[in-house]
């Protein structure tokens, strides 16, 4: 078990300022937190604080027992000794060396430090094929397999994924984030992976931080961290389903067995995530006579909590998971709701998102 | 073809621009790293001194290292004690051609350091390399035809210079005379046509060095 500890602030403009504070506890066998938010929220600013690459104006971050910077203490190790291993966006392979060069570099300067074995490596990455070719004639996922792979073999205590397949193109993008997945199931290296996209952020990590304008605003699995992800009054509902045996190959297997129609065919066995407004979903007495109206998926459950405000009620209800909804103060009067009382959760298969 | 003497001064010339070049070049790429990489109060004023010796009269400049070097010079005794006179000597050729070239080798290296992503020294930090490390096996390499560029030049420059040589440097025939020298020589003594043949070559020495460095600046690693 690595703990990755940070608590620093850097002014980086008049206008933007990061105040980054998080703890994470990185388990050999589920070692990723993802760092998420949008674009300007201050992720990069934080992969280059925690690389050593710039100096945070107050606080300290530390991996294990090593503190890499506390500025009270006046510590601040250089990027060199820090082993962090940084993926870049764009993989910044040294494009006068080959990839057999690149994977040398770090191999050469990791000073004493363990290391996957190479062979390894370039077996996982499947590298071997491009071992003798320039950086310039490699395609985008390609790169980033050797920048993956260079920055393995320098022995790296934290591997800093810094948006690594956010430049490749979709099916290119899936392809990479497969080998990163497998890659650090392989050889289990705490990693920091840096998104901004909620798919890689929900099938990659186990534990999530979000920033935003410079601040973490949640912390926590990543279901609950990308709950509260949209602007606005509402909350977003994150589910897994599996695409069931059927002819119809939109039918799935959603929360608590239930079966859901979702807006998009898939594989039978293939498994996604959805995502559903809290305003998308509305209730119905559990004794509800056959439908009426076009919505096609009708969850049953519990209602677990309440919470009223002025013009609504946000309910959340135990369906196999924890959907909240929000409805009227009237409606939630009228369905006279309760802590404990069965409820139907109802949602239109057009309300429902599916994540890749 | 060349008498006797005029082959001396063009090898005189070459050693000369050799020697200077090898001066020149690692506070060049020192100083053009530095300008091209970092930002400090002072950088602008800095810059302007650095690259004065181009504006300046050659003459100046030479009368300046004059004042500096020779015997009643702050530096001239120290030089004559430890039995390294410069001013006449084939020394003072070296030191007027080094300062000559000095701003424009300094400005090719800062211009091919400007062209190199920084990112890619950061990542080398990260990968285990010392600042040193990854300026040696990242920037520099990157930044090579630049620098070979700047080599060129400072070769030809110094090749040429003519203003700052005489002034501190003179004419002695085999210690002194370069080929710039030799042509004025020439022009003031044996007239025309041994000027005519000198100043050739000094033409096709000039345009190929300017080729090269042209040439060695466009070419970038793959």
Same mark, same amino acid.
């Given at each position: ?230 602007? #606005? =009054? +509402? @909350? ?8 069931? %045996?059927? /002819?119809?190959? &939109?039918? $799935? ?15 039978? #066995? =293939? +498994? @996604? ?8 979903? %509305?209730? /119905?007495?559990? &004794?509800? $006579? ?67 | ?222």
């Amino acid at each position: 078990m690595t703990r990755l500890a940070v608590a620093f602030t850097l002014r980086v403009s008049e206008s933007f300022s990061l105040d980054v504070a998080f703890d994470a506890d990185l388990p050999a066998e589920a070692p990723v937190v993802a760092l998420f938010g949008p674009s300007g929220s201050g992720k990069s600013t934080t992969i280059a604080l925690l690389a050593g690459l710039a100096r945070p104006d107050r606080g300290s971050a530390s991996l294990g027992d090593e503190p890499h910077v506390d500025v009270a203490r006046g510590v601040n190790l250089p990027p060199e000794r820090r082993a962090v291993g940084l993926v870049a966006q764009d993989g910044l392979l040294f494009p006068h060396l080959t990839v057999a060069g690149n994977l040398a570099y770090g191999e050469r300067r990791r000073r004493g430090r363990a290391a996957p074995a190479k062979g390894d490596v370039i077996d996982t990455l499947r590298l071997a094929p491009l071992l003798p070719r320039r950086p310039s004639t490699l395609s985008g996922g390609e790169r980033q397999r050797v920048a993956l792979g260079r920055a393995l073999l320098s022995g790296p205590r934290l591997l800093l994924l810094d948006e690594p397949v956010s430049a490749l193109d979709l099916p290119a993008r899936r392809e990479a984030l497969d080998f990163v997945t497998e890659t650090i199931r392989r050889f289990r290296v705490p990693t920091l992976f840096v998104s901004h996209d909620e798919s890689e952020v929900l099938r990659i990590a186990r534990v999530a931080v979000r920033l935003d304008a410079g601040r973490v605003v949640a912390s926590g699995t990543p279901e609950n961290v990308l709950s509260g992800a949209r602007a #606005g =009054e +509402g @909350v977003d509902n994150l589910f897994r389903a599996a695409y069931a %045996a059927s /002819e119809r190959r &939109d039918i $799935a297997t959603g929360p608590g067995g239930s079966t859901i129609q979702l807006p998009r065919a898939g594989a039978e #066995g =293939e +498994g @996604v995530w959805c995502r559903v407004a809290s305003g998308a979903i %509305a209730l /119905e007495p559990a &004794d509800a $006579a056959a439908p009426l109206t076009s919505a096609r998926n009708r969850l049953a459950g519990r209602v677990v909590a309440l919470r009223r405000e002025p013009h609504l009620v946000r309910v959340a209800v135990d369906v196999g998971v924890v959907l909240q909804a929000d409805v009227t103060p009237e409606a939630a009067d009228a369905l006279r709701l309760a802590v404990g009382g069965e409820i139907r959760c109802v949602f239109k298969t057009h309300s429902i998102e599916v994540l890749r | 073809m060349l008498s006797p003497e005029e082959l001396g001064a063009l090898l005189l010339s070459a050693e000369i621009g050799l020697a200077a070049t090898v001066c020149v070049l690692p506070p060049a790429i020192a100083l053009g790293h530095v300008f091209a990489t970092r930002t400090f109060p002072g950088k602008a004023v800095a810059e302007t001194v650095l690259m004065l010796p181009l504006v300046l009269p050659p003459v100046v400049t030479g009368y300046l290292l004059l004042v500096l070097l020779g015997r009643r010079g702050p530096l001239g005794p120290a030089l004559e004690a430890i039995g390294l006179p410069v001013v006449f000597t084939w020394r003072a050729c070296v030191v007027a051609s080094a300062v000559m070239a000095f701003p424009l080798a300094y400005r090719a290296c800062r211009t091919a350091f400007e062209a190199v992503d920084p990112r890619l020294a950061a990542q080398a930090r990260t990968l285990g390399a010392s600042r040193f490390d990854a300026f040696v096996t990242v920037v520099l390499p990157m930044a090579k035809g630049g620098v070979l560029a700047a080599a060129v030049l400072a070769f030809a420059r110094s090749v040429g210079e003519f203003g700052a040589t005489i002034v501190l440097a003179g004419n002695v025939e085999g210690e002194t005379r370069t080929l710039p020298v030799a042509v004025f020589s020439e022009i003031q003594g044996r007239g025309p046509e041994g000027a005519w043949r000198l100043a050739a070559l000094c033409v096709v020495l000039a345009l190929g060095a300017l080729l090269a460095s042209e040439f060695l600046a466009r070419r970038r690693p793959r």
